[in-house]
T-cell receptor, first 118, second 110 residues
Framework: GAGVSQSPSNKVTEKGKDVELRCDPI?????LYWYRQRLGQGLEFLIYFQGNSAPDKSGLPSDRFSAERTGESVSTLTIQRTQQEDSAVYLC????????????????FGPGTRLTVL | KNEVEQSPQNLTAQEGEFITINCSYS?????LHWLQQHPGGGIVSLFM???GKKKHGRLIATINIQEKHSSLHITASHPRDSAVYICAVRSTTSGSRLTFGEGTQLTVNP
C-alpha cells in the first residue's frame, strides 16, 4: 500500500506569515509523530498523536506551533508568524501501534516538507 | 551530556569493509531504533530493538540493555550504504517521544 505522504514537498514563505503542513499517514496506523530537522542538525521530536488520546505536545518549541489530527487520518502542523529559525525539514511518521503500550512498533517516515522562511 | 550519543560522528570506509556504528544512551528505554537517512533526506527505519540482536541482509543490530549500548554493523559495505545512520531511543520515562542521536555520516568509497 501507499506510504506516508506529506505536502507540500517544499514551502517558501516570508517571515511573519502562517504556514500549514499536511501529513497523510498509512491507513490503519493509529499513531503519528511530527519531527523537525534543521540544516546540519539531528531530528527533534515535536508532537505525537495516538488514537483519540490527548496528544503529547511536549516537543513543540513555542506557542506559534500547533497540530491537529482527526481520528486516525490526516494531520496538519501549523506554524503561525513564521520566523527564520523555523526553516527546517518537517517530517511526519506513522506507526501501527496496538493496544499494548509496552510493545513499540516500527515508524514509517514521510518524505518531509522543506520549509524556508525568508 | 546528550541522552543518546553516537560514535563515530563521521566514518569513511573502503568498499567491502566491515563497519560498526555505536550508540550509547543514559536512560531506561522501551525501544531503540536505527534509522538511515540518505542524502536526499528520506528516512528509512532499519531496526527497532528492545533486546538481543536483529539481522536484515548485510545489516546487523545488537543491543545490550545492561550496558545501555547498541551497535549497528554493516558487512561487505558498498557505496550505496553511504548515508547518515541515526540512533533513537524511546525512554520509559518520557512517554512516547523519541530522543535522537546526532547521527553518523558514513561514506563508503569504491
Amino acid at each position: 500500500g501507499a506510504g506516508v505522504s506529506q505536502s507540500p514537498s517544499n514551502k517558501v514563505t516570508e517571515k511573519g506569515k502562517d504556514v500549514e503542513l499536511r501529513c497523510d499517514p498509512i491507513s490503519g496506523h493509529t499513531a503519528l509523530y511530527w519531527y523537525r530537522q534543521r540544516l546540519g542538525q539531528g531530528l527533534e521530536f515535536l508532537i505525537y498523536f495516538q488514537g483519540n488520546s490527548a496528544p503529547d505536545k511536549s516537543g513543540l518549541p513555542s506557542d506559534r506551533f500547533s497540530a491537529e489530527r482527526t481520528g486516525e487520518s490526516v494531520s496538519t502542523l501549523t506554524i503561525q508568524r513564521t520566523q527564520q529559525e523555523d526553516s527546517a525539514v518537517y517530517l511526519c511518521a506513522s506507526i501501527r501501534e496496538g493496544g499494548r503500550p509496552w510493545v513499540p512498533d516500527t515508524q514509517y517516515f514521510g518524505p518531509g516538507t522543506r520549509l524556508t522562511v525568508l | 551530556k546528550n541522552e543518546v550519543e553516537q560514535s563515530p560522528q563521521n566514518l569513511t570506509a573502503q568498499e567491502g569493509e566491515f563497519i560498526t556504528i555505536n550508540c550509547s544512551y543514559s536512560v531506561g528505554i522501551s525501544a531503540l531504533h536505527w534509522l538511515q537517512q540518505h542524502p536526499g533526506g528520506g528516512i528509512v527505519s532499519l531496526f527497532m530493538l528492545s533486546s538481543g540482536k536483529k539481522k536484515h541482509g548485510r545489516l546487523i543490530a545488537t543491543i545490550n540493555i545492561q550496558e545501555k549500548h547498541s551497535s549497528l554493523h554493516i558487512t561487505a559495505s558498498h557505496p550505496r550504504d553511504s548515508a547518515v545512520y541515526i540512533c533513537a531511543v524511546r525512554s520509559t520515562t518520557s512517554g512516547s517521544r523519541l530522543t535522537f542521536g546526532e547521527g553518523t555520516q558514513l561514506t563508503v568509497n569504491p
